[in-house]
């Protein structure tokens, strides 16, 4: 059997925007979709730059009194705190998010976002995997 990799794992084409779009359509898109709790923002190229929360749009636009239509995602997204490559094994990865406590981790592959994965999908993929315990008589 081949070893699964982050890849077979990831959620593929997650949340994401161009680093010039503005805090205001990353404001409509947190609005709109209650469940995404973060943007990822990239480049022109597709890699990751960094990721936009309610909280950074809050502590970046609002309580600065800057115009959120003006104020472009590259200029105001944190650096991701951890990646992870799309070609890691996923008992590997589950190590890394066990070990840092991240529910959700960006995936990558040669720099550029190709996924997220999350701790959740990760715990029941393993278990999946396990083989059944032996009954002893």
């Known amino acids: 059997m081949s070893v699964q990799t982050v890849r077979d794992a990831m959620v593929p084409e997650p949340t994401m925007l161009d680093g010039s779009a ?3 359509e990353a404001g409509r898109l947190l609005a709109e979709n ?3 709790r973060a943007i990822l923002v990239c480049d022109a190229n597709g890699v990751l730059v960094g990721v936009i929360t309610r ?3 809050v ?3 609002v309580a600065a ?3 959120p239509k003006a104020v472009r995602l590259d200029g105001i997204a944190e650096p991701p705190i951890y990646t992870l490559d799309a070609g890691l094994p996923l008992d590997e990865a589950f190590h890394t998010l066990e070990e840092h406590d991240f529910e959700r981790v960006p995936v990558v592959e040669q ?3 190709v996924g997220v994965l999350s701790r959740a999908v990760v715990q029941r993929r393993l278990a999946e995997d396990e083989p059944p315990e032996e009954e002893t008589a």
């Open 65 to 67: 009194g800057l115009d």
């Open 22 to 24: 503005s805090a205001q």
């Open 34 to 36: 209650p469940e995404v």
């Open 111 to 113: 720099g550029r976002l």
């Open 59 to 61: 502590r970046e636009v």
């Open 55 to 57: 909280k950074t749009l």
